[in-house]
């Protein structure tokens, strides 16, 4: 198979889709591997790296869109390369479509095959692809968060941690997933005072076992959510139910509840986002403010360090990207459900439940699109 990595033209964002090693493999296994120029660099990968490991170095990325059977990148196609998909296609990325009617009806359009990273599924409940991005996009979120707390940021003016005799910043998390926990461990290692919400019971289970020392839990009801949330001096919004619209936990009329310059980072941003007043922002403007709270909503947060998402992006994706490449698209859906899960596009029809509710679009369910 002839695979296709275009460098990403989404803004600030400097991931690149597959790396030198996954580059490799793909070529050991007997396929074409083509890299746009510098699609690396961002990450520290160099088209020397590339060449090293045998992928061919292309100019444009309409030269790869044209050739490769497969495309593989980091974020959603941006208009301008949708327009380069074509019919029979496949593409191998996150896409989140839910929040998004223009990319939707566009891959649908161009006939291609999209599977989205964020779908795909393990057998332990988990989205193994989603995972990494969401370790590293937790991780960070306390650290822009604070950054934004700061008074020349628009925010309260409260230190994470605060001093002998002042009191810590209180960090309220909602959805204790792999981003909630994340961003609770990084917070409590800070010195905030912290707590997870989240409607799982056994995932609190688990949380309250493993981290008790470090923070709190709590049903999250509505009412102890806004409970929380007014006390709170940042929030981090972390939920997600899979491939669906994020469900909005807090409306613009509670905001007024909040404390003047409190914080909100809304992480579940790609998925529409959990509060009422979230839209998406970029690392060049990531925050603005709603009634006196900060919000910081970037939708591609682990591009802010595109080295270490890049490796750990790749290392999750690798063998999924070689078994489509190895046995096409429809084998390797069929021979493992979890990655069948990753479809959400093919031959012009949604084949993904979650967005066409979101969008009111029908579906064609992934298991008779394997026939079409
Ligand atoms: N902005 C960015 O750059 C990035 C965004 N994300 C997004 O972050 C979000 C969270 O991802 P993960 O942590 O991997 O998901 P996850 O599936 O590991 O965790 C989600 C948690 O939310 C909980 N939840 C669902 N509905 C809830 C509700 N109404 N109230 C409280 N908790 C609720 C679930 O029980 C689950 O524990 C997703 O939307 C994901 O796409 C992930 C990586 C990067
Ligand atoms: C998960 C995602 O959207 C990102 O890493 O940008
Ligand atoms: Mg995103």
């Known amino acids: 198979m002839h695979i296709g990595c275009p460098k990403e033209i989404k803004p600030q964002e400097f991931r690149v889709g597959l790396t030198p090693n996954a580059a490799r493999e793909a070529v050991v296994h007997g396929h074409t591997v083509s890299i746009e120029t510098q699609a690396g660099i961002g990450a520290g990968f160099t088209d020397e790296d590339y060449v090293d490991a045998g992928a061919a170095i292309i100019a444009t990325a309409v030269e790869i869109f044209a050739a490769a059977d497969m495309i593989v990148k980091v974020k959603e196609p941006q208009p301008v390369e949708r327009k380069m998909l074509r019919e029979g296609q496949l593409l191998f990325t996150y896409l989140h479509l839910a929040p998004d009617p223009e990319q939707t009806k566009d891959l649908m359009a161009s006939g291609c095959t999209a599977i989205a990273y964020e779908t795909v599924t393990d057998a332990n409940g988990g989205l193994p692809l989603l995972a990494p991005m969401s370790e590293v996009a937790g991780r960070l979120a306390p650290q822009v968060g604070s950054w934004t707390l700061q008074k020349a940021n628009g925010g309260r003016g409260v230190l994470m941690g605060g001093v002998p005799g002042v009191g810590p910043a209180r960090v309220v998390v909602i959805g204790g997933g792999v981003v909630g926990t994340h961003a609770a461990r990084v917070a409590a ?133 070689l078994a489509l490449a190895n046995k096409g698209w429809r084998q390797a859906c069929e021979d493992d459900a979890h990655l069948l899960n990753g479809l959400n596009v093919h031959a012009g029809q949604l084949t993904y439940y979650a967005v066409g509710k979101a969008l009111g679009i029908d579906v064609l369910s992934p298991q008779l699109a394997l026939k079409v």
């Open 189 to 321: 290692g800070m010195g905030a005072d912290v707590t997870v919400l989240d409607r799982s019971l056994p995932r609190m289970r688990y949380l309250d076992d493993v981290f008790a020392r470090d923070f709190k839990t709590m049903y999250a009801s509505a009412g102890n959510t806004i409970e929380m949330v007014r006390e709170a001096d940042m929030v981090i919004g972390a939920v997600l139910i899979p491939g669906a619209a994020a469900p909005k936990l807090i409306s613009r009329a509670q905001l007024s509840e909040m404390k003047q310059g409190a914080v909100i980072v809304d992480v579940a941003i790609d998925q529409g986002g959990c509060f009422e007043t979230s839209k998406a922002t970029t690392h060049q403007d990531p925050i603005y403010d709603v009634d006196g709270i900060m919000h910081y909503c970037v939708a591609n947060m682990p591009g802010a360090v595109a080295r270490t998402s890049t490796i750990a992006l790749g290392n999750a994706t690798m063998p999924f990207m």
